[in-house]
Nanobody
Framework: QVQLVESGGDLVQPGGSLRLSCAAS????????MGWYRQAPGKQRELVAG???????NYADSVKGRFTVSRDNAKNTVNLQMDVLKPEDTAVYYC??????????WGRGTQVTVSS
């Protein structure tokens, strides 16, 4: 089993910044990629950003240039720096650990609200 604990969600004004962190523990050997997904009310969960063990990254088009994903393999953490936040970024953000195939784990989520 893998445990993922997110932190950093908050209420922020448009144009502001937040940094989300996710700490992985348990049977983490073999994680291929970690990433962040989000789900807004009434919408499907979507990929925001992901990063592999080797450091390759991918981003949703809607966040390119504003969000940056990083990973500390030694500390088993993945971070998401979110800048120039917009109201449409409001969602519950979930951390994901992917091992390959259908094996992956999810955190419980952290709420990000962008509002004036």
């Amino acid at each position: 089993q893998v445990q993922l604990v997110e932190s950093g969600g908050d209420l922020v004004q448009p144009g502001g910044s937040l940094r989300l962190s996710c700490a992985a523990s348990g049977s983490i050997l073999g994680i291929y990629a970690m990433g962040w997904y989000r789900q807004a009310p009434g919408k499907q969960r979507e990929l925001v950003a992901g990063i592999t063990t080797s450091g390759s990254t991918n981003y949703a088009d809607s966040v390119k240039g504003r969000f940056t994903v990083s990973r500390d393999n030694a500390k088993n953490t993945v971070n998401l720096q979110m800048d120039v936040l917009k109201p449409e970024d409001t969602a519950v953000y979930y951390c994901n650990a992917y091992f390959g195939g259908t094996k992956n784990y999810w955190g419980r989520g952290t709420q990000v609200t962008v509002s004036s």
